[in-house]
Nanobody
C-alpha cells in the first residue's frame, strides 16, 4: 500500500547537525500527517515522538528536542524532513518515519519506515 524510504542517518559529533528525509510512495489518496519517532539503539524502550506535521502544517515536537529540531514537508514530493541541530549524545537512536494515510481501498492507516540510525558521539 505505502512504502517509506528514510535517508540521511549517520554519525555526528555533539553539537553538530544532521537532516533526515522520508519519502512515501505507493497507493494513497491522502496523507494526513507525517512524523518521526525514535527508539534506543537496542530497540528496548518505547518509541517516543520526535516531531510530527499534519497536512495543515501544524507541527508538534517532543519536549527533549524543542528548539533544536525542526520538521517540514514537501507535499509535491510526499517527503518529510527532520532537521536536527545542536545534537546531544542522548539523541542517539533509531529514527522511524511514520505517516498516516488513507487510500482508495483502506481507511486512515499508520505506516512505518524501517528506521535509520543516528549516532551522536565524540
Amino acid at each position: 500500500q505505502v512504502q517509506l524510504v528514510e535517508s540521511g542517518g549517520g554519525t555526528v559529533k555533539p553539537g553538530g547537525s544532521l537532516s533526515l528525509a522520508c519519502t512515501a510512495s505507493g497507493s494513497f489518496a491522502s496523507i494526513h500527517s507525517m512524523g518521526w519517532f525514535r527508539q534506543d539503539l537496542g530497540r528496548e524502550r518505547t518509541r517516543e515522538l520526535v516531531a510530527s506535521i499534519t497536512a495543515g502544517a501544524n507541527s508538534r515536537y517532543g519536549d527533549s528536542v524543542m528548539g533544536r529540531f525542526s520538521i517540514s514537508g514537501d507535499d509535491a514530493k510526499n517527503t518529510v524532513y527532520l532537521h536536527m541541530n545542536s545534537l546531544k549524545i542522548e539523541d542517539t537512536g533509531v529514527y522511524y518515519c511514520k505517516i498516516v494515510a488513507s487510500g482508495p481501498t483502506y481507511p486512515r492507516t499508520q505506516f512505518w519506515g524501517r528506521g535509520i540510525e543516528v549516532t551522536v558521539s565524540s
